[in-house]
């Protein structure tokens, strides 16, 4: 039998199948040495130079360009900038420090997008796939974008179809076509046959033509759009856009109605009527929360390229933090990629030394080994005297792999490896011995021989075939596995095993993980296949055995069924199709190159353990940005209810820009920055507009009450010059210090930084108040003793109605 080897030189050699070329496939036939070397050097720079290049961009992230002209030219930025402009001429500058911190927050969400673009494109270049294309007879790994019009592309199993083609070479090829055509079952491909791009190898092996390269390519498109880094498609972003257009709406009518009265109806000096009515219009505009929600997500994902964890779409970091079932796959997750052969136990009389030949036979007969067939490989060495005359590649909706051979001294033999309790009848006294290994935790394939009339590819193969050997291999278990396993069940994450292994050997793999339920595994085949019973199944179990690709896909969907956000994690290609429907799919960045182009996240290190740092990133963005949603929308509720009272009454609007520009800075702005990025273990939730509108309301409600009513007493307190200033600092005391209590509330659960934080804030004001300069420089002077005490009053009373409100919208109103 022909070893196999990588061609080096102009094809003469033959690599036998599927990784080097059409190798010994056919019933009788030898080991077939290249026909196609692939294009020449000089044909692929003359391809180069005509353009016939794959030149869609791989594209993790948003253009430099397209990042600052999402941060600077949006709505509101449009909006206070016509603003701002007005107050620079009719204003002193304190009055336009508004402008100056827009400019600031535009500068900072630019500047942590592009540190995000940066860690994105970075993985990106090591996460992308590589093709393997064949010129002059070499065979190379390039980049999907160095791939020519004619280059000769090879295929194994797991491999994605990156540009449209046509099958030069096919062993036992079968492809999934099903995440472009919705058809579920592999297309067995043959020479001639057409290759679409955003395809898959499931099993076996071949190359192709490149036809149809960059922008015309079938999926291209669909590809270029799916790896853009986005902040779309995310309830968070779409429940800030809903909050933004309402605001909207409220906005316009509200500050109409506050030019007409206070620049028609009102005679007061031109300049400050405009002052007090651009005062009015700018703390409408929650214009902190969107670049809030950018700045958090990309830290986020700065955080975790840290640990070489590549987010391939921007909400996978939402979505995994509101994910209340994971489902592993076993091989590859929990266990490291290799194994080891540890027993070869011999049945029905037959002779080890021969046994021993067909077993490194087998080996040789597949040019892309999985790990199974890799530790056979690297337990017992080719037969060289034998010939391969037909192989039937591994499949994991088989479950068994399988090739026929011409034996040194002239006889024939087909044979199986694979699982036994597939390839035995049930009651075959040796499955009694393969469930004691594999209650151990071990895997176990078996070795059986065909009746010699059968070919390897009909379905009733393994009928008749009798079993001659089982070969033991030990999987070795991640030691991050167990920590990782045990993070999900504090976290009330329930963590399903899915695995195409033996039901009892998952089972035993599990329980040495300490995961919950393990002892009572179940195997898939008995599943039922009605979506409602199988999600009820699905509930009650923790680890299923034998599942098959298709059946991944329908558990996904039935645990989504009932309700669940589900991620699923996996490295092969078995678990392409699972990943894809799952709500987060999580690959490891030695899987397969379909696995990683269909998950949205990626472990580049491969290391389980850094799934716990995603789910804890992806809570901290949630819980943080609905957490300081309150506060940004409460100054929104209070604003625009000030604009209606004063409207209505017919009086000068309390405030300044100045004025409320300090007031956002101490009781939202600097408060929101740290209180956004600061860790928070909480599941997010689902209603997030719901979620934050039920306390905003209410607390800008008591805001807007109780300013209002320390601007009416003040004015009928103070008279003659001056009066309107001393009016204004007393309503700004009480404004202010209800926003406090707002703060103190969203503050909670209290941790020594939270309460320095909320006292700095407090601190700052205070300065404000007694410090001269600061006092001419906001115009913030509080006048005799009777109505300061009574803003104070009318405050404290404002955060008791608070803390009762609270409570009562937290019963009334649970999420």
């Known amino acids: 039998m022909t070893q196999r080897a990588k061609i080096d030189t102009g094809g003469s050699e033959a690599g036998g199948g599927a990784g080097a070329g059409a190798g010994a496939t056919t019933h009788g036939a030898p080991a077939v040495v290249h026909h196609v070397a692939g294009l020449t050097a000089a044909e692929v720079a003359e391809r180069v130079a005509r353009g016939e290049v794959n030149d869609v961009p791989v594209r993790s992230s948003r253009s430099t360009a397209d990042i600052v002209r999402g941060n600077v030219f949006t709505r509101f930025n449009a909006i206070i900038g016509v603003l701002w402009l007005i107050m620079l001429f009719v204003a002193p500058i304190q009055d336009s420090l508004f402008g100056f911190v827009i400019i600031a927050n535009t500068g900072i969400g630019i500047i942590q997008e592009l540190r995000a673009k940066k860690t994105l494109d970075g993985l990106a270049v090591i996460g992308e796939a590589k093709p393997t294309v064949r010129r002059d007879g070499v065979t190379a790994e390039i980049s999907t974008s160095e791939i020519v019009l004619g280059d000769l592309i090879e295929l194994g199993p797991g491999d994605k179809v990156v540009v449209d083609g046509e099958v030069a070479e096919a062993d036992s090829l079968e492809v999934d076509e099903s995440l472009l055509t919705g058809e579920a079952d592999p297309v067995v491909k043959k020479p001639g046959d057409r290759m679409m791009s955003g395809s898959f190898v499931v099993a076996g092996g071949g190359a192709f033509t490149a036809t149809k390269v960059g922008r015309e390519a079938y999926a291209a498109q669909l590809a270029e759009e799916a790896s853009r880094f986005t902040l779309v498609h995310s309830e968070l972003r779409t429940g800030i856009s809903t909050i933004l257009k309402y605001v909207t709406w409220m906005m316009i009518p509200t500050a109409v109605g506050l030019v007409i009265s206070q620049l028609v109806v009102k005679d007061n000096d031109f300049k400050e009527s405009v002052a007090r009515t651009v005062g009015g219009i700018v703390p409408m505009i929650p214009e902190g929360l969107v670049l809030l929600t950018s700045v958090a997500f990309a830290i986020g994902v700065i955080r975790l390229g840290r640990k070489q964890c590549l987010v391939q779409e921007l909400p996978a970091i939402e979505g995994l933090a509101r994910v209340d079932v994971v489902c592993l796959d076993k091989t590859g997750t929990l266990t490291e990629g290799g194994m080891d052969v540890t027993d070869l136990r011999l049945l029905n009389g037959a002779d080890e030394s021969y046994v021993r030949k067909v077993l490194g036979a087998l080996g040789e007969s597949d040019p892309r080994p999985n790990a199974s067939l890799q530790a056979v490989i690297d337990a017992y060495p080719d037969a060289v005297d034998w010939r391969c005359t037909e192989s039937l590649p591994f499949s994991s909706a088989r479950k068994y792999s399988g090739a026929a051979f011409s034996e040194g001294d002239g006889e024939s033999s087909s044979w199986l490896l694979g699982a036994p309790d597939v390839l035995l009848p049930a009651g075959d006294p040796s499955l009694a011995e393969v469930d004691r290994l594999n209650e151990q935790g071990l895997r176990v394939l078996l070795l059986a021989r065909t009746a010699d009339a059968r070919e390897l590819d009909s379905p009733d193969v393994a009928k008749d075939a009798r079993a001659t050997a089982l070969v033991v291999l030990e999987q070795r278990l991640r030691p991050d596995a167990a920590d990782t396993l045990a993070y999900f069940a504090d976290q009330n994450v329930a963590a399903k095993v899915i695995s195409g292994d033996n039901a009892v050997s998952v089972g035993a793999v599990a329980g040495k993980l300490g995961l919950p339920g393990a002892e009572n595994t179940l195997d898939a085949r008995a599943l039922p296949a009605e979506r409602e019973e199988m999600a009820k199944a699905l509930d009650e179990g923790s680890v299923f055995g034998r599942v098959t690709p298709q059946q991944k896909r329908d558990m996904v969907a039935a645990l989504q069924h009932h309700g669940h956000t589900v991620a699923m994690t996996g490295d092969g290609v078995n678990d392409v199709l699972a990943l894809k429907d799952a709500d987060i799919g999580v690959s490891m960045g030695s899987g397969s190159e379909a696995t990683r182009a269909v998950a ?182 509080l006048v005799g003793v009777t109505m300061p005490w009574t803003a104070v009053a009318i405050a404290a009373a404002g955060a008791a109605l608070l803390e009762v409100t609270w409570r009562w919208v937290g019963r009334r109103f649970p999420t």
Request: glycine content about 4%; hydrophobic content about 55%; proline content about 5%.
């Open 600 to 781: 949205q996240i990626v472990l580049l290190d491969n290391s389980f353990a850094t799934l716990p740092s995603v789910v804890a990133e992806g809570r901290r963005v949630i819980g943080n940005i609905t957490r300081v949603a309150t506060l940004f929308l409460t100054k929104t509720v209070y604003s625009v209810l000030l604009a209606v009272l004063v409207v209505c009454t017919q009086v000068e609007y309390p405030f300044l820009p100045r004025h409320l520009t300090l007031l956002s800075t101490l009781t939202i702005g600097v408060p929101a920055f740290f209180l956004a990025l600061a860790p928070n273990r909480e599941r997010a939730k689902p209603h997030f507009v719901r979620r934050v509108m039920r306390y905003a309301i209410p607390a800008g409600t008591i805001a807007a009450a109780a300013t209002f009513a320390t601007y009416l007493l003040a004015r009928h307190h103070y008279t003659g010059p001056g009066a309107l200033d001393a009016e204004t600092s007393a309503a700004t005391l009480t404004l202010f210090l209800v926003s406090m209590w707002v703060l103190a509330i969203i503050a909670r659960p209290y941790t020594w930084w939270r309460v320095a934080l909320v006292a700095a804030m407090g601190g700052a004001f205070l300065l404000v108040l007694v410090v001269p300069w600061l006092q001419h420089f906001f115009a913030l002077k």
